[in-house]
C-alpha cells in the first residue's frame, strides 16, 4: 500500500519511513503540509501517517483535505502533543488513530495494522448480523457506519460507531477499557485510556448536540464505560 509520511523531524521520518517499508509498504516522506497535498493530488495513498504540527500548517487541516478526495484512507496521527483535547481534535478530523511520541515502532506497527485490518473487513461485526440496532432512540446503521439520536445524524465516525455498538450490545454493563480497545482496535498495548475517552468524548458532545444526554454513556470509575439508558 502506498503510505505518505508527513513529518518535519527528520529523525522521526526515518524511522517511521523504515518501519512502514518492513511491513512492505511504498512510502512517501514529505516535510510539509503544501508537498503532502499536492503528492495526493497527483497520486493518492491508503495510508497517511501524519505529525499534526508541521511549519506550514496543521496536520488536521491536511486530514480534512486527503478524506474530501479520498474517503478511503486511512489516518494515523503522530504527535508530541497528549493532551485529551489534542486527542479529540485529531480524531474529530477523521483520525483513525493518535500515537504520541515518543513512540516504539512495534506500537505504530500494531496500530497501522489494526487500522488497515478494520478498513478491509466486512462492514458488519461477525458477532452482529443485524445491519441496524436500536436501543432507546439510538439507531445504528452498522453496514454504513452511521449513527442517529431519534432520527438525528450524529455525524460519527466509523470508529465511534463501533464504540457504541459495543456499548448497546451489553447494556447497563461495565466494559473495561482493555475489552473495549480489544474489539475495537484488535490489541490492547494501549499504554493509557486517552484514545478512547477522546472517542468517547466526541460522542457524548455529539449526543448533546442532537439534543440527548451524554449521560447515556456512563463512566465507570477505574474500569471503563456503561451505555445507561434511563
Not at 37 to 63: M, N, Q, T
Not at 146 to 156: E, R, V, W
Not at 170 to 191: C, D, K, M, R
Request: glycine share 6%; hydrophobic share 40%; proline share 5%.
Amino acid at each position: 500500500m502506498l503510505a505518505l509520511v508527513v513529518e518535519d523531524d527528520q529523525d522521526y521520518a526515518e524511522i517511521i519511513a523504515h518501519t512502514l517499508r518492513r511491513e512492505s509498504h511504498e512510502v512517501v516522506v514529505v516535510g510539509t503540509a503544501r508537498a503532502a497535498v499536492h503528492f495526493a493530488e497527483r497520486k493518492p495513498p491508503g495510508l497517511a501517517i501524519l505529525d499534526v504540527v508541521l511549519p506550514d500548517g496543521s496536520g488536521l487541516d491536511i486530514c480534512r483535505q486527503l478524506q474530501k478526495s479520498n474517503k478511503n484512507i486511512r489516518v494515523v496521527f503522530l504527535s508530541s502533543l497528549n493532551r485529551n483535547s489534542d486527542v479529540i481534535a485529531g480524531l474529530n478530523s477523521g483520525g483513525d488513530d493518535y500515537l504520541t511520541k515518543p513512540f516504539h515502532p512495534s506500537e505504530l506497527i500494531a496500530r497501522v495494522r489494526a487500522v488497515l485490518r478494520r478498513s478491509e473487513s466486512a462492514p458488519t461485526p461477525p458477532r452482529q448480523p443485524r445491519e441496524r440496532i436500536q436501543a432507546h432512540g439510538l439507531e445504528l446503521d452498522v453496514a454504513n457506519a452511521s449513527a442517529y439520536l431519534n432520527g438525528i445524524n450524529l455525524h460519527c465516525t466509523r470508529l465511534e460507531v463501533d464504540i457504541l455498538c459495543e456499548l448497546v450490545r451489553y447494556p447497563g454493563q461495565a466494559l473495561s477499557h482493555a475489552f473495549l480497545t480489544e474489539e475495537i482496535w484488535g490489541y490492547q498495548n494501549v499504554n493509557d485510556a486517552t484514545l478512547l475517552k477522546g472517542h468517547v468524548s466526541s460522542i457524548r458532545k455529539k449526543l448533546r448536540e442532537a439534543g440527548g444526554s451524554e449521560e447515556l454513556i456512563r463512566t465507570v470509575h477505574g474500569i471503563g464505560y456503561s451505555f445507561s439508558p434511563a
